[in-house]
């Protein structure tokens, strides 16, 4: 799964669009110093002040007085023989902040630029040092420093290697890496689908490495062709596991920082068949804990892997009956770290077992106690403050379109909210590790404050965000949030964007915005809500613009309503949509016959559906990079919502847009990029095919290499929103009538 957003802000994921956030982004940005935060916040020991990045200087700010201490200028940052400075990227400061390690000359591996140079400058001796050095440049990924801060370990070429910082001596821990097999980090489709990056972990004491091993030995590539960088055409190999393949083994094992043989634990399962999308050490640096989940993704296991014998024993274990999230689902698609309390006694747990998604602590032994209570779903922690006593989260019961932070107490309870009631819309924390200041920003479709710094728990404003209001031309109406109940029984969360000057006795054009699938919602209370980046004057052109949200959205509604999904993408979601539109469209402003749909990705597998299995509804439709081909997608993915294809295929076919392809009766604008490797170009020929063959009049706009976000080269983004923009007047005229 990958979204546009996480493109614009490296933050992130199947195939989703969000043109709203996307078009804010566009128009306003991010202020400088909030957008470090999110990337690279590193806090003082007492919590009150935190480290950025600032034209190249590493700034010192306390948070309640705003007061900023230069840390390391960039003028420091020049090697011996060189011109330039250091740039800075990213940085991390060792526990006692004497020493700090800079990334440098980054590139991106699939989605982040997690490969690059690193560096070493020390405060105390003001000295800096390039690590790894001899190894291929712009090839170290993911530098950590020792628990003690004496060796750095990072991961090159698919191996791991430790670096003594005294002696510079560089040892090779892992020597079989390969394009292949992957030690310290993932293949394509870990990352992609589970948020899984980096791949190794320091020991608490700092005697040891555990790493992952993945095996792509067997997964085949999917050959993308670059037909325009060259004289000659070559082929752009990606590993890429479809739907019904075997996914890549995995295995974890233990090495010591000093070098020598591996330890592998034995983790009982075939290591094909399973997943082990997380693991960590305990505190005592005697065991990790590892989740590991069946093919399905419906059963997960926590285990704990004796380090010195290797030996796995399941401590807790849980089954659905469609499928498990991990943590990356509710923790902005990072899976990494593991929530011990008790002095590694206990852990943190979320799980949706009695139908909402809940805060559980659960013993060593297993023994689990439910924390948050009531008929609600936790939407993702901010912080657990063991010291206090409280868990800050993020939820909102009432409304399933906006979010606010909560707290509760560890020992569990009713929770209360903290954020103000006077504040509506939707909420962004990052709670520093003591508990005492957070970094928030909220917004709603008018309006968008950034970077405001607060104390907690008494909620006092230390420095005043940046505010921005929307700006509306002369005569536009405000988005209105709406439900719908459709001719099934279920009510359905949407949002309308009127056009200007909007008269209600008049009949007006409407475009429907959908995604569908369970990786995003659309349906959510943010700044820039009903704009298009694509058609910037859909309302001062005359369109209504309309987004519905149907069952299977990754929405606050409990687990019923996001996993009904479950074998029914394509199908049900599809139903949602176009039974919500024929309510919509018996609204007397709407015209029914100027009905238009669009959507990106899984959006754009939603519109092919909708224009196939609903044509007498739908009678225009863009589709943009869309999945055509439900078994042509990744393995992680799919077979998470639809089940295995080589055990039931029939899902997979039935939901797919190529097997309805026959039932166009509109105007279709089908859009993709060449070089898109997540969802492969190979959709759009699935489709060409169909519509060939059963005579159906299309139109086509092939991208030359651009990737799934359509962002490259000179000219695209203008050309994409003027091809949408006049398609969309040509075959769904505007204005009222």
């Given at each position: 799964m990958y979204s546009i957003f996480r493109t614009l802000t490296s933050a992130g994921s199947r195939y989703v669009v969000y043109p709203a956030i996307a078009l804010l982004l566009l128009l306003t940005g991010f202020s400088q110093v909030f957008a470090q935060h999110r990337q690279s916040t590193q806090w003082s020991a007492d919590g009150y002040s935190f480290y950025t990045l600032e034209k190249g200087d590493i700034i010192k700010t306390d948070s309640r007085t705003g007061a900023k201490t230069l840390v390391l200028g960039q003028d420091k940052l020049v090697l011996p023989g060189q011109a330039q400075p250091v740039a800075v990227r990213r940085f991390t400061l060792s526990a006692d902040r004497s020493k700090i390690l800079i990334m440098s000359n980054t590139r991106r591996v699939w989605r982040y630029d997690t490969k690059g140079d690193y560096f070493l400058y020390d405060l105390a001796s003001a000295s800096l040092k390039q690590i790894g050095k001899g190894l291929p440049g712009s090839s170290l990924m993911f530098a950590k420093l020792s628990p003690d801060d004496s060796k750095v370990a990072y991961v090159s070429q698919h191996n791991v290697y430790c670096e003594d910082l005294a002696s510079g001596k560089i040892t090779r821990l892992t020597s079989d890496g390969t394009d292949r097999v992957i030690n310290g980090t993932f293949d394509w489709a870990y990352e992609e689908e589970f948020g899984c990056r980096d791949g190794f972990r320091w020991s608490p004491d700092g005697k040891n490495i555990a790493y992952w091993q993945i095996d792509a030995t067997h997964i085949r590539n999917y050959l993308m062709l670059n037909t325009t960088d060259s004289l000659y055409s070559f082929a752009v190999p990606v590993e890429y596991p479809k739907a019904g393949e075997d996914p890549s083994s995995c295995r974890i094992g233990i090495v010591s920082a000093e070098g020598g043989q591996t330890r592998w634990m034995k983790v009982p399962g075939d290591p094909v068949q399973h997943y082990i999308p997380r693991m960590e050490w305990t505190p005592d640096s005697k065991e990790l804990i590892i989740q590991q989940l069946n093919r399905l993704q419906n059963e997960s296991k926590v285990m704990l892997c004796d380090a010195k014998a290797g030996t796995a024993r399941t401590i807790y274990s849980e089954k659905d009956a469609a499928w498990i999230d991990i943590k990356s689902r509710w923790n902005e698609d990072d899976p990494s770290g593991w929530e011990w309390l008790n002095g590694g006694k206990e852990f943190i747990w979320v799980s949706e077992k009695d139908g909402w998604r809940h805060i559980y602590r659960v013993s060593r032994t297993g023994k689990e106690s439910l924390i948050t209570k009531g008929n609600y779903d936790m939407m993702s922690i901010s912080l657990i403050d063991e010291k206090g006593g409280l868990i800050y989260f993020m939820a909102s019961p009432d409304n399933a379109t906006q979010s606010y932070l909560y707290s509760v107490k560890l020992a569990g309870g009713k929770a209360s909210r903290v954020t103000p009631q006077a504040e509506s819309g939707t909420h962004d924390y990052e709670i520093s590790p003591s508990g005492k200041v957070a970094f928030h920003s909220y917004s709603n479709t008018m309006k968008l404050v950034q970077g405001?710094?607060?104390?907690?728990?008494?909620?006092?404003?230390?420095?005043?965000?940046?505010?921005?209001?929307?700006?509306?031309?002369?005569?536009?109406?405000?988005?209105?949030?709406?439900?719908?109940?459709?001719?099934?029984?279920?009510?359905?969360?949407?949002?309308?964007?009127?056009?200007?000057?909007?008269?209600?006795?008049?009949?007006?054009?409407?475009?429907?915005?959908?995604?569908?699938?369970?990786?995003?919602?659309?349906?959510?209370?943010?700044?820039?809500?009903?704009?298009?980046?694509?058609?910037?004057?859909?309302?001062?052109?005359?369109?209504?613009?309309?987004?519905?949200?149907?069952?299977?959205?990754?929405?606050?509604?409990?687990?019923?309503?996001?996993?009904?999904?479950?074998?029914?993408?394509?199908?049900?979601?599809?139903?949602?949509?176009?039974?919500?539109?024929?309510?919509?469209?018996?609204?007397?402003?709407?015209?029914?016959?100027?009905?238009?749909?669009?959507?990106?990705?899984?959006?754009?597998?939603?519109?092919?559906?909708?224009?196939?299995?609903?044509?007498?509804?739908?009678?225009?439709?863009?589709?943009?990079?869309?999945?055509?081909?439900?078994?042509?997608?990744?393995?992680?993915?799919?077979?998470?919502?639809?089940?295995?294809?080589?055990?039931?295929?029939?899902?997979?076919?039935?939901?797919?847009?190529?097997?309805?392809?026959?039932?166009?009766?509109?105007?279709?604008?089908?859009?993709h990029g060449t070089g898109d490797d997540n969802v492969h170009y190979q959709n759009a020929e699935l489709l060409i095919n169909e519509l060939v063959k059963y005579n159906k009049q299309f139109q086509l706009m092939a991208y030359p290499n651009r990737t799934h976000s359509i962002s490259e080269g000179e000219g695209t983004s203008e050309h994409l929103s003027t091809l949408f923009t006049n398609y969309l007047k040509l075959h769904c005229p505007p204005g009222g009538r």
């Open positions: 405001e710094i607060l104390s907690l728990p008494d909620y006092k404003v230390l420095q005043q965000g940046q505010s921005h209001t929307m700006p509306l031309p002369p005569g536009t109406p405000p988005v209105e949030f709406f439900k719908v109940k459709t001719g099934d029984g279920v009510e359905l969360d949407g949002w309308m964007a009127k056009p200007a000057n909007f008269d209600p006795a008049k009949k007006y054009p409407v475009l429907f915005y959908v995604y569908g699938e369970p990786a995003s919602q659309t349906v959510t209370d943010r700044f820039g809500q009903g704009r298009n980046r694509l058609y910037n004057d859909l309302a001062q052109d005359g369109y209504i613009y309309i987004s519905v949200e149907n069952r299977g959205a990754p929405a606050p509604k409990g687990r019923e309503w996001r996993k009904s999904i479950y074998k029914n993408i394509g199908i049900l979601n599809i139903r949602d949509q176009a039974m919500a539109a024929k309510e919509i469209l018996k609204w007397p402003f709407v015209d029914s016959s100027r009905v238009a749909v669009w959507g990106w990705s899984g959006g754009g597998s939603s519109t092919l559906n909708l224009m196939f299995q609903y044509p007498e509804i739908y009678k225009t439709g863009i589709a943009v990079a869309a999945v055509g081909s439900q078994l042509s997608y990744d393995n992680i993915y799919q077979e998470r919502y639809m089940g295995n294809p080589r055990e039931d295929n029939a899902p997979f076919i039935k939901g797919s847009p190529i097997t309805h392809a026959k039932d166009l009766r509109g105007n279709l604008l089908y859009i």
